[in-house]
Each structure stands twice: as C-alpha cells, then as structure tokens.
C-alpha cells in the first residue's frame, strides 16, 4: 500500500525559505506523478506544483511560479517544493498527492495523500 509522508513544515518570517520533502513508501515513486497542494483553513485544498514521473513535465500554480521549485528523486523516492520568498498567503497546511496516471490540477485526480505538514508564515 502507498503511504506518502511529507516533512519540512514549520514557521518563517516573510521572505524566508523552507524546504518540504515527501516520501512514498510501498512502492516505486517513478510509477508517480507527484504533486503538492495546500489547504488554509476554511479554504479549499489547491493545487500549488506537481511533477510528472521523469519530471517531464512540470507545472506550478500562478501564484507561487518565480518561488516555489519542485523536483524529485525517484531512486530516494522522495519529492521536494523548495519554497521561497515565502508571503502570510503561503500559509497553510500543505499536502503531498500522488496518482498512477496524470498531472492535473484537481485534488479528485489523486487517490494517494499524505497527513500534511503546517507552513505558517509570519509577517
């Protein structure tokens, strides 16, 4: 069974950096896209980056393109969003998906999730 299982999370000031990593476990991460999304609270779960399995392709959400860098390593299998310059808008749980098939920005497009990891961002 695939377990996903994000790390990195934590609190920063304004313009400061923070490194998230997810790691799938019960399988091989190169039979994955793998995507990130994050949820605020009382908001809904959004896309923010996601990477196909050879990191083909990749696409970001508008509002993180330009800071946010995603990439992953399928022999560690684990996926990472390098985050920087990081606003108070970036604050929210964020999420590690995967799925079998497509990179899509919808979060019903994946059936694998991890617990989520707070990023809090202060100003």
């Known amino acids: 069974q695939v377990q996903l299982v994000e790390s990195g999370g934590g609190l920063v000031q304004t313009g400061g950096s923070l490194r998230l990593a997810c790691v799938l476990s019960g399988g091989s991460a190169s039979a994955y896209v793998m995507t990130w999304f994050r949820q605020a609270p009382g908001e809904e779960r959004d896309f923010v980056a996601g990477?196909?399995?050879?990191?083909?392709?990749?696409y970001y959400a508008e509002s993180v393109k330009g800071r946010f860098t995603i990439s992953r390593d399928n022999v560690k299998n684990t996926v990472t969003l390098q985050m920087s310059s990081l606003k108070p808008e970036d604050t929210a749980v964020y999420f590690c998906?995967?799925?079998?098939?497509?990179?899509?920005?919808?979060?019903?497009?994946?059936?694998?999730w991890g617990q989520g990891t707070q990023v809090t961002v202060s100003s």
């Open positions: 998906a995967a799925n079998e098939n497509t990179l899509a920005r919808a979060s019903n497009a994946y059936n694998y």
């Open positions: 990477i196909t399995w050879n990191g083909g392709r990749i």
